[in-house]
């Protein structure tokens, strides 16, 4: 039986003045998320910008504004939560930063925001070089290769640096990408969507899969970890500032530095690899940007800041937007509220898309284009808070998103000062809908090297 819906169609309506509150039965909603989820979003607006649905039997609402979308992720406190959906990959993040609560998480972020603080910002610059520029030596003078997974590669690389100070050997780096994957299948399955939990135990070869990807996760993890502790060095890295962390509670237990370390491992190069995996999609379609990228680059010394490059962070943002690896934003009320005018029951899952707001015509002009110069011409208009949010935004934004438009924008500037690339494929392969917007395919690209030595 279908939970019932915890908002008056009626009353909403009244309460809501310039907002389309609308109500979805649970069985369109179901049948249009499985046969085209991304499509399903994109078309959300001409639904209604409040769209109150049940998904699997879960009293859902769909936030396709922006307005509700800013007040709820503003308030946070004391009213949302994380959803259980999203609660259930505690098996893989634990209760680090990104699934943490209340009290642990504030203290959490107070200890890690030293983790970010400007001093630090120079040193990790410094390894998004290097690792950019060992990357591309291996890249072949004349080839094709998958974008996503040589973008995989190389954040992974830098985010093991920049957080154990440590080398991560091809072997490691596979098992940790392949267990990325499983669990990345397990959320998108459908045992992975439903309103309850299903036992491990059972037989199934996506929940085994899925218990094999936490173990590899963490043997890789725990091996650097006890390297860490086990080295002299004091380190600059994020975990010798983790091991470090004091205050008047204490350190970090180790089960929570293994959360950490998880949680920025995974979810701190990901976001990252699929905005430059799509970035260099769009531009090897587009000559005319990628020799804009180019000249950008030329003209920059090889040690320059990110602030030479504002054509390059406006492709990443462009690439944000169009494709945002977080498409999908959830939280659950702990008490009855009222959102923008509209009642909401407790325990209601709510749903602010990115992929929706970022593709409405209302906020982006010709929104399904890749166009950076919106990011940077004199004639750009900031969309509407809530309207463009590629790291969220509130108390819960992303800590690592300062950290994310640096790596992003030297490691592209990188690949272009050593190759150039076009698009073997004028479409990307589908995309899955799980933790983060993967592509299920090779995104090929055919690269050369830029300055051959004689």
Same mark, same amino acid.
């Given at each position: 039986?279908?939970?019932?819906?915890? %908002?008056?169609?009626?009353?909403?309506?009244?309460?809501?003045?310039?907002?389309?509150?609308?109500?979805?039965?649970?069985?369109?909603?179901?049948?249009?998320?499985?046969?085209?989820?991304?499509?399903?979003?994109?078309?959300?607006?001409?639904?209604?910008?409040?769209?109150?649905?049940? %998904?699997?039997?879960?009293?859902?609402? %769909?936030?396709?504004?922006?307005?509700?979308?800013?007040?709820?992720?503003?308030?946070?406190?004391?009213?949302?939560?994380?959803?259980?959906?999203?609660?259930?990959?505690?098996?893989?993040?634990?209760?680090?930063?990104?699934?943490?609560?209340?009290?642990?998480?504030?203290?959490?972020?107070?200890?890690?925001?030293?983790?970010?603080?400007?001093?630090?910002?120079?040193?990790?610059?410094?390894?998004?070089?290097?690792?950019?520029?060992?990357?591309?030596?291996?890249?072949?003078?004349?080839?094709?290769?998958?974008?996503?997974?040589?973008?995989?590669?190389?954040?992974?690389?830098?985010?093991?640096?920049?957080?154990?100070?440590?080398?991560?050997?091809?072997?490691?780096?596979?098992?940790?990408?392949?267990?990325?994957?499983?669990?990345?299948?397990?959320?998108?399955?459908?045992?992975?969507?439903?309103?309850?939990?299903?036992?491990?135990? +059972?037989?199934?070869?996506?929940?085994?899969?899925?218990?094999?990807?936490?173990?590899?996760?963490?043997?890789?993890?725990?091996?650097?970890?006890?390297?860490?502790?086990?080295?002299?060095?004091?380190?600059?890295?994020?975990?010798?500032?983790?091991?470090?962390?004091?205050?008047?509670?204490?350190?970090?237990?180790?089960?929570?530095?293994?959360?950490?370390?998880?949680?920025?491992?995974?979810?701190?190069?990901?976001?990252?690899?699929?905005?430059?995996?799509?970035?260099?999609?769009? +531009?090897?379609?587009?000559?005319?940007?990628?020799?804009?990228?180019?000249?950008?680059?030329?003209?920059?010394?090889?040690?320059?800041?990110?602030?030479?490059?504002?054509?390059?962070?406006?492709?990443?943002?462009?690439?944000?937007?169009?494709?945002?690896?977080?498409?999908?934003?959830?939280?659950?009320?702990?008490?009855?509220?009222?959102?923008?005018? @509209?009642?909401?029951?407790?325990?209601?899952?709510?749903?602010?898309?990115?992929?929706?707001?970022?593709?409405?015509?209302?906020?982006?002009?010709?929104?399904?284009?890749?166009?950076?110069?919106?990011?940077?011409?004199?004639?750009?208009?900031?969309?509407?808070?809530?309207?463009?949010?590629?790291?969220?935004?509130?108390?819960?934004?992303?800590?690592?998103?300062?950290?994310?438009?640096?790596?992003?924008?030297? +490691?592209?500037?990188?690949?272009?000062?050593?190759?150039?690339?076009?698009? %073997?494929?004028?479409?990307?392969?589908?995309?899955?809908?799980?933790?983060?917007?993967?592509?299920?395919?090779?995104?090929?690209?055919? @690269?050369?090297?830029?300055?051959?030595?004689?």
């Amino acid at each position: 039986m279908t939970a019932r819906c915890p %908002v008056d169609h009626t009353a909403a309506t009244a309460q809501a003045p310039g907002l389309r509150v609308v109500h979805r039965s649970a069985l369109r909603t179901g049948m249009a998320l499985v046969r085209d989820p991304f499509r399903a979003l994109e078309t959300l607006p001409s639904t209604g910008d409040i769209v109150v649905t049940s %998904v699997f039997g879960q009293p859902t609402v %769909v936030l396709a504004h922006p307005a509700p979308v800013a007040e709820m992720l503003r308030e946070g406190r004391g009213t949302w939560i994380k959803d259980r959906l999203t609660q259930r990959t505690a098996d893989v993040f634990g209760r680090g930063l990104l699934l943490s609560e209340g009290d642990a998480w504030r203290r959490q972020r107070r200890l890690l925001n030293p983790g970010f603080a400007n001093a630090r910002f120079d040193a990790y610059a410094n390894t998004m070089r290097e690792r950019t520029a060992a990357a591309m030596a291996r890249w072949p003078a004349r080839g094709t290769l998958d974008a996503a997974a040589e973008m995989a590669r190389l954040t992974l690389d830098v985010a093991v640096r920049t957080l154990f100070g440590a080398d991560i050997a091809d072997r490691d780096a596979n098992r940790v990408a392949e267990a990325f994957a499983a669990v990345s299948d397990f959320v998108a399955s459908p045992i992975g969507l439903l309103p309850f939990d299903v036992p491990r135990w +059972l037989p199934l070869p996506v929940i085994r899969r899925y218990a094999r990807a936490i173990a590899e996760l963490d043997a890789v993890v725990g091996a650097l970890v006890r390297a860490r502790r086990a080295s002299d060095a004091p380190g600059e890295d994020l975990l010798a500032m983790l091991l470090a962390a004091r205050d008047e509670a204490g350190g970090l237990s180790d089960a929570e530095v293994r959360d950490q370390a998880v949680t920025f491992l995974l979810a701190g190069h990901e976001t990252t690899a699929l905005g430059l995996t799509f970035a260099l999609f769009e +531009l090897g379609r587009r000559p005319d940007l990628k020799a804009r990228l180019h000249a950008e680059t030329d003209a920059a010394p090889p040690d320059a800041g990110h602030e030479a490059f504002p054509f390059a962070a406006a492709v990443f943002e462009e690439s944000l937007r169009l494709y945002p690896p977080a498409f999908a934003l959830s939280r659950e009320n702990v008490q009855d509220v009222v959102l923008a005018g @509209v009642p909401i029951a407790k325990g209601t899952v709510v749903v602010a898309p990115p992929w929706t707001l970022h593709r409405d015509p209302r906020w982006f002009t010709d929104p399904l284009s890749f166009h950076p110069d919106r990011w940077s011409s004199p004639e750009h208009v900031a969309p509407p808070l809530g309207a463009y949010l590629p790291f969220g935004l509130g108390p819960r934004k992303c800590i690592g998103s300062r950290f994310a438009m640096l790596e992003a924008v030297l +490691l592209l500037t990188g690949i272009a000062r050593s190759h150039d690339w076009t698009s %073997v494929d004028d479409t990307l392969p589908p995309l899955q809908p799980a933790i983060t917007c993967r592509p299920k395919g090779a995104v090929r690209l055919d @690269v050369r090297v830029r300055h051959p030595s004689a």
